[in-house]
């Protein structure tokens, strides 16, 4: 028995098709399996924010969800693919493809860096991107950073020290990059891919989309940084300790301390100077008994 339609609103999906996916490189359009990566991201902005404002709305999985813009959009399926097997096979391809990238602070670890992508309606997040066939992941975090933002984190990268998280079944590992003087010139690489990149009080954004800190210290709304939200999360500072080089113990400040919501690997913020490529291995202590 064929399911029902879930029936979204035309202007609803005319909002996330533009947020999302019409203004995309054609090459990207016109590839049924990358078009699922942007449906992705809109399905779950739909959750986190159209729903959130708008009730009423209906509840779907990617699923339903993607089947309602393709058939708002059907030249996006310009041979009439089957929907369902696209999505199948999206599902089976993104499994397989993780993102990397780099949480890049300033010198002070007060501010991270974000970039906007180039459309208009797009968020702020941290710089990453899908990893290449037989590419290491801290070379592709190395690639993608100096794609989005002209900076070349290569001799400050240390490959241990990351965060690490599943979101929607895909793999994103960013790595930690201190240091970094806030007088730095970021330009990107690539054309009509980023739009902004500047740096952000880390204490300003938010750590749920609930959060109205930044829409009050910022002027922008919590969903402005939807693609950032899963990686920005405090620390209790009494569950970090960091070994100096120097075999001092420093205490971070708690803004620099981000823990993903299903931790699976973290190593702290640590202070790394320019063609060293890590002074020495953070650690977290008590993770236990922190609350996620």
Request: aromatic share 8%; charged share 25%; glycine share 6%.
């Amino acid at each position: 028995m064929e399911t029902k339609r879930v029936e979204i609103p035309s202007d609803v999906l005319d909002d996330l098709c533009s947020r999302f996916i019409l203004h995309i490189p054609s090459e990207e359009r016109d590839n049924a399996i990358r078009v699922c990566f942007q449906i992705e991201l809109a399905h779950w902005f739909y959750l986190d924010f159209c729903m959130q404002n708008t009730p009423g709305l209906p509840q779907c999985g990617i699923r339903d969800f993607a089947k309602a813009v393709f058939q708002h959009c059907p030249f996006l399926l310009p041979h009439g693919e089957d929907v369902q097997k696209v999505i199948e096979q999206w599902k089976e391809y993104k499994m397989g493809v993780p993102t990397y990238g780099a949480i890049i602070l300033d010198e002070a670890l007060e501010n991270v860096l974000l970039v906007q992508g180039y459309l208009v309606k797009s968020g702020w997040g941290f710089p990453k991107g899908k990893v290449n066939e037989d590419e290491a992941p801290h070379d592709c975090a190395v690639r993608e950073v100096l794609e989005e933002t002209g900076f070349d984190i290569k001799d400050r990268i240390c490959k241990d020290m990351f965060i690490e998280q599943k979101i929607t079944d895909q793999l994103a590992r960013l790595y930690i990059i201190p240091g970094v003087s806030k007088d730095t010139k970021f330009n990107p690489k690539t054309r009509k891919e980023i739009r902004n990149i500047e740096w952000f009080p880390i204490e300003k954004l938010p750590c749920h989309r609930n959060d109205m800190t930044p829409k009050s210290k910022l002027g922008l709304a919590p969903n402005k940084f939807f693609m950032a939200i899963p990686f920005v999360r405090p620390v209790p500072l009494s569950a970090l300790s960091v070994i100096h080089p120097h075999t001092l113990e420093l205490e971070l400040p708690i803004s620099t301390c981000f823990l993903l919501p299903a931790l699976k690997h973290i190593h702290s913020p640590l202070l790394v100077e320019p063609g060293v490529s890590c002074l020495a291995q953070g650690h977290i202590n008590g993770l236990d008994t922190i609350n996620h």
